[in-house]
Nanobody
């Protein structure tokens, strides 16, 4: 099993920066990718960013590209999301999720999810 715990959320003003953390524990060695998702009230959950376990590849949604940076520190089993130039539309609960690789289908599925951390961007 893998456990994920997000932290670092809070209330900030437009234009501010904030850094979220996702600490992983348990059987993490087989994980292929870790991602950040967010869900605003009344909205569908959406993909934000992801990073491979090696840190060699990153992906971003168009809405955050150029403003957010995902990174990891494998010595701490922690994935980060640096968020700059925050906008009110970034307000959401942010979740981290981790996916093992499926050798049979040669794909991956997000299997483990954290409890989420709230980000509110308001003037």
């Amino acid at each position: 099993q893998v456990q994920l715990v997000e932290s670092g959320g809070g209330l900030v003003h437009p234009g501010d920066s904030l850094k979220l953390s996702c600490a992983a524990s348990g059987r993490t060695s087989a994980l292929y990718v870790t991602g950040w998702f967010r869900q605003a009230p009344g909205k569908e959950r959406e993909f934000v960013a992801s990073i491979t376990s090696s840190g060699g590849s990153t992906f971003y949604s168009d809405s955050v590209k150029g403003r957010f940076t995902i990174s990891r520190d494998n010595t701490k089993n922690t994935v980060y999301l640096q968020m700059n130039s925050l906008k009110p539309e970034d307000t959401a609960v942010y979740y981290c999720a981790a996916a093992p690789f499926d050798g049979a289908t040669r794909s991956y599925t997000y299997k483990y999810w954290g409890q989420g951390t709230q980000l509110t961007v308001s003037s």
